[in-house]
């Protein structure tokens, strides 16, 4: 079976009509369409992943996931078919299973652009490698006209931190589509990293005039003009957070050497040993804080900007429920006096302005509960706050312990730790915030 070399026959015409319903949106036309072509032609794989098709449209994920495996039953070796399953399991996050199929599509009809195409949009949720930059040099040799290969070249450099490489791709798009946001996105990114500051000039003042509202384009464009923006827009946190959902545990713990959420559930559990608290996780990713805590006699709460990140967060099943929004407006919005203790572990370098943070935790916290938080530490005779050139803000503890009194905490304990995590190989300073509301 080919996707390219569509059969004249009553029933290529059906699933096309019944693809065309999908498209308007009439669901549930093309679904009793649908049923009547399975009885029509019960062994006809393109039937089972129209269903597939159908499923998606409806957001019905496993529906899709299902239906695409009876289709690769009834063809195991249709490309169309592996591929199709392959993005099915790759929007539930089943990524190594996804690429396993990805890999016979490909090796089935290497040459094949729509194929190439549909791996590497499956590869866009695994970790960069040599095999899935070697799809994208293929496709861009069978379609060189088509820029979709060298974004994504640009980007799976740039995850990397191969920024020259990166910068060559996104620069060859550059060349035939002056204009194309998002490689002068890239290419800004790597400029950046780079530290090549007249280029990343030009490329936020060229993006600044094509995009003159975008809250993204703004901070970068600040901040290559030397202005420290008081904090990060929200989408640039939840897509980064979004891109390392998958294998952040891994790649933090184990390669970063993360361990502040360990340690903070200790702290908790010294001061709460009877586990009776109720806890507000702020920027509670994953959901690391809550596995090394473990149940408590209360409930969790858990905020994250990112999508991607409370989904792997609720496999846990620790968390009472997840709020997707920023901190700042889960701050701004929970009620007073609803909490025995926040916890608050690497979201305030990217928050940056602690000014709205700290009084509404103290607001939110009840009489004799704590705010446990982190920061990295910039030192004593650098500013209270500074943008890094890792794009995260830096602060110091000194102004965070007053900011702390200021808004009412009787006691603030600063653990200073030598690394809140490793960066290129070495310790990346950092303290740890204990502060308590007194008691009624």
Known sequence: MSDHIIPDDPLTHELLRIRNLIGQGQLREAALALNQAQRAAPQDARVPMMGMRLATAAGNLEGATQAARRGLALAPDWPVALSELALAL??????????????????????DPMVIQRALAVAERAEPSAETLQWALKGQKLQPDDMRYALFLGDRFARQKNYAQARVHYEAILDKEPDNVVALRGA?????????SAAATARADQLLALQPDDENVRYFHAVVHGATPTTQPRSVVSTLFDQYAHNFDVHLVRGLKYRTPERVAQILTELHP????????LGCGTGLLGVYLGPIEGFMIGVDLSEKMLEQAAR?????????????????????DHYEAITCLVVLVYVGDLTPVIPNAFRILKAGGHFIFTCEAAAEDEADMLLRGSQRYAHKASYVERLCR?????????????????ENNEPLPGFIVIAHKPAA
């Open 188 to 196: 800004l990114t790597c400029a950046m990293d780079m530290k090549d």
């Open 90 to 111: 790759a929007r539930q996050s089943k990524t190594e299973e996804a690429m396993q199929h990805a890999r016979k599509a490909v090796a089935l009809t290497p040459n």
């Open 316 to 336: 846990h099943h620790l968390y009472a429920r997840f709020h997707n929004v920023n901190v700042l407006d889960a701050l701004r919005d929970t009620p007073a």
């Open 406 to 422: 200021e808004a009412g905490f009787d006691d603030v304990r600063i653990e200073h730790l030598e690394a809140l995590r490793m």
């Open 274 to 281: 009877d586990r009776r608290f109720n806890l507000l996780d």
